[in-house]
């Protein structure tokens, strides 16, 4: 009975791990980072972005193609402005990033897409924009169900539904340069170091 249960530990706890071990679709190396607060895994990838329309907070049509394409480095994120878990501290974390990195934050661009576009609406975001205060360079993205989803999938962040949210974060330098994507808890000393070593590549 003792090795019976010994044996559907074992098979327990490595069903457990496969489920929380991240794509490795696309992915040119990947790296673990846990201990002092941090718990994240990085991974370098290269993504087709749909040809898509979404709607700004200023309700303005804007394909993401064209939004991607400028030469200036980017940072995006999923969330939702009704979220209680995930959402608030990945924000919280964005609002910190350009105090962390500094004067070079000067030509980064920040991307939120909403993952709940129903309730999203443009106007909402625009409110939820200036209740966190969110600078000139930090953009909220809505648009229809349909769109979003596109991107999620495109960007391997779909998991069915908004409650099965998960935290990822991407960076990329340039249009022509691969994504780093950072899945888990990063804070923004974090951030801010993965992005200090992306641009100094």
């Given amino acids: 009975m003792r090795t019976a249960l010994t044996l559907l530990s074992a098979a ?3 069903t457990l791990a496969c489920g929380a071990a991240p794509s490795v679709a696309h992915e040119a190396k990947a790296s673990a980072t846990k201990g002092m607060g941090e718990d994240y ?3 370098v990838r290269r993504y087709a972005v749909p040809d898509v329309v979404l709607t700004d907070a200023d309700a303005k049509p804007v394909r993401l193609r064209d939004v991607l394409a400028s030469p200036d480095p980017v940072m995006l994120n999923f969330v939702f402005t009704t979220c209680g878990t995930v959402c608030p501290i990945m924000v919280r974390v964005f609002s ?3 105090g962390k990195i500094g004067a070079a934050s000067k030509n980064l661009r920040m991307i939120s897409i909403s993952i709940d576009p129903e309730h999203d609406t443009p106007a909402q975001l625009k409110t939820y ?3 966190i205060n969110a600078g000139s360079r930090w953009h909220f993205l809505t648009g229809r169900v349909e769109d979003v989803r596109a991107v999620q999938r495109a960007f391997d962040g779909y998991r069915g539904d908004k409650m099965n949210h998960d935290p990822l974060t991407l960076m990329r ?4 340069r691969p ?3 950072i899945d888990g808890f990063a804070g923004a000393d974090q951030l801010a170091r993965e992005y200090r070593k992306l641009a100094a590549q």
């Fill in 12 to 14: 327990l706890c490595a």
């Fill in 41 to 43: 895994t990085t991974s």
């Fill in 96 to 98: 910190e990033v350009p």
């Fill in 129 to 131: 924009a200036a209740s």
């Fill in 173 to 176: 330098q340039g249009p022509d």
């Fill in 179 to 181: 994504w780093v994507r």
